[in-house]
T-cell receptor
Framework: AQTVTQSQPEMSVQEAETVTLSCTYDTSENNYYLFWYKQPPSRQMILVIRQEAYKQQNATENRFSVNFQKAAKSFSLKISDSQLGDTAMYFCAFRAAGGTSYGKLTFGQGTILTVHP | ETGVTQTPRHLVMGMTNKKSLKCEQHLGHNAMYWYKQSAKKPLELMFVYNFKEQTENNSVPSRFSPECPNSSHLFLHLHTLQPEDSALYLC?????????????????FGEGSRLTVL
């Protein structure tokens, strides 16, 4: 079974600053996907960024980037130039790539990020 | 119109009531899911449906009964719930890859139904 751990229940950052959210996971799988999802106060969860485990290059999406360390089973999210609209709960999630896993994501506990003006 | 719509957004029910949560997706996906989100706990997968067939029941108590009449609609029927069942219930959908493969892995979520059991 997979586990995902987010050790920071809450984080805060000043607008325009950079913040990094931590995530570690445990798995015996070799091929998998990792995700960061964002859940704003309006509650609809949306995908922020995705990383395929077989890709060595870290994924980036505009102001969002990840630091994927496969050997260390670490997958942190860096948000650059933080904006007020980034205030949300962020979830790290894992999904095995093979078998009948379909959309069976294993989520971490979440990190509440508050961006201050 | 959002891709995944859940109703009602809020529901308060007594332990002896019977109610249902509804989810509808307009994305043409073939897989749908129910997740439970409780405070200070990771999201818990409850049920998975692929092409209307239930492929996962994550040891969910029988007081929760899912129904998937077609690939676009998913229900969660609630009966004789307990106060600890109070939570946000999230519906999600995803495309299913070729030959049941993984696709992109991304889930598309609804806004959730906030359930309070008195």
């Amino acid at each position: 079974a997979q586990t995902v751990t987010q050790s920071q229940p809450e984080m805060s950052v000043q607008e325009a600053e950079t913040v990094t959210l931590s995530c570690t996971y445990d798995t015996s799988e070799n091929n998998y996907y990792l995700f960061w999802y964002k859940q704003p106060p309006s509650r609809q969860m949306i995908l922020v960024i995705r990383q395929e485990a077989y890709k060595q290059q870290n994924a980036t999406e505009n102001r969002f980037s990840v630091n994927f360390q496969k050997a260390a089973k670490s997958f942190s999210l860096k948000i650059s130039d933080s904006q007020l609209g980034d205030t949300a709960m962020y979830f790290c999630a894992f999904r095995a790539a093979g078998g009948t896993s379909y959309g069976k994501l294993t989520f971490g506990q979440g990190t509440i990020l508050t961006v201050h003006p | 119109e959002t891709g995944v719509t859940q109703t009602p957004r809020h529901l308060v029910m007594g332990m002896t009531n019977k109610k249902s949560l509804k989810c509808e997706q307009h994305l043409g996906h073939n897989a749908m899911y129910w997740y439970k989100q409780s405070a200070k706990k990771p999201l818990e997968l409850m049920f998975v449906y692929n092409f209307k067939e239930q492929t996962e029941n994550n040891s969910v108590p029988s007081r929760f009964s899912p129904e998937c009449p077609n690939s676009s609609h998913l229900f969660l029927h609630l009966h004789t719930l307990q106060p600890e069942d109070s939570a946000l219930y999230l519906c999600a959908s995803s495309p299913v890859g070729l030959a049941g493969g993984p696709g992109t892995g991304e889930l598309f979520f609804g806004e959730g139904s906030r359930l309070t059991v008195l």
